[in-house]
């Protein structure tokens, strides 16, 4: 039990600095500092720096349920509902700091490996998942048919990143807000 | 003069293995290597890495003429022929590569200092270009008067990086195609 604590502190503590840092930036040593455990501890737990990022990458995908968007009421207020959390929630962690998915995918998009692959996973992921409440939208009349879901769902989670992206830069809501102002306002309209 | 080749040597070089691999990944050895210069030349011409990455980024900003928006013709055809010209000149760099400004953006966003800064105004004078085209399109009735032109410039930097940024991760042009698709045949339009 005190084993599992352990390994939750590193992957939770892990998260926070690769956040703020970047994969790149952290070091192992900032990983035990801030899970509050000795630098031993985090090898004991996990094979390579990369082994804690994945797993934090993991459970960050996880926690973004995206079951949400097939529940009750009219797909495009599902959708709104779904997005309008998912930025509250990255305001409220602090919007200087991103979107762990969003910021891992652009930094680890040259380096080969397990992160980069599970960053394209979950992006598609998010892609179909948002093709599918745009393709309920059109049957319900709420969404112009001619327009491509698969298309649009993409272009959705592109302009989100890009949004979390200038919103971490800027240190400022003010991208996120914009992004759904555009897309409610004006791209998924009848 | 040789000095000045030297020079533009390193920045080149530096260039291309900070696209590639990020700042942090990128040691001061890697850009004397993608140089061809010995290491001790880095610091003859820099004072330090960030320095170096600073003027790349300064003439990375500098090679895209935001003037060619304010040209002849109908505004939404300028702005499409200056997005495309974006978009091919990027894919013939290297998808995988990305965009310098994006990639920086983000690595740089949680880190003071001064790429950090320039990264925000490189966006931020995209964004007013943008916006100043958007509205000369409202004007000749080209564009939805009702739609904010500021929101919308900013939106479109966003979406635009953003879509970079995923077709830098799978290595395919197509996430570009659909920022185009989605820009041009739904955003704006009258």
Redesign the interface.
């Known amino acids: 039990m005190a084993q599992r604590n352990l390994r939750e502190q590193l992957v939770d503590g892990g998260s926070r600095v690769i956040y703020?840092?970047?994969f790149?930036?952290t070091s192992v040593n900032d990983i035990a500092r801030a899970a509050g455990v000795p630098k031993g501890s985090v090898y004991n737990h996990f094979e390579s720096k990369e082994a804690l990022a994945l797993e934090a990458l993991r459970r960050y995908g996880d926690s973004y349920d995206l079951g949400v968007l097939r529940g009750d009421g009219a797909p495009l207020d599902r959708f709104r509902a779904f997005l309008s959390a998912v930025i509250e929630r990255t305001v409220e962690h602090g919007v200087?700091?991103?979107c762990l998915l969003?910021?891992l995918?652009?930094?680890m998009?040259?380096?080969e490996g397990p992160i980069?692959e599970l960053?394209?996973e979950q992006?598609d992921a998010w892609g179909a998942a948002f093709a599918t409440v745009l393709r309920e939208a059109q049957a319900t009349g709420d969404l112009?048919p001619t327009?491509d879901p698969g298309?649009?769902g993409?272009?959705l989670?592109?302009?989100?990143?890009?949004?979390v992206?200038?919103a971490?830069?800027?240190r400022d809501r003010?991208?996120l807000d914009?992004?759904m102002?555009?897309t409610f306002g004006?791209?998924l309209t009848p």
Chains 1, 2 share one sequence.
Do not use: C, I, M, W
């Open positions: 703020e840092k970047g790149h930036a200087e700091q991103g969003g910021n995918s652009v930094e998009a040259t380096h980069r960053a394209g992006l112009d327009l298309v649009l993409d272009f989670v592109d302009a989100y990143e890009g949004a992206a200038r971490k830069l800027r003010a991208p914009a992004f102002a555009t004006r791209l």
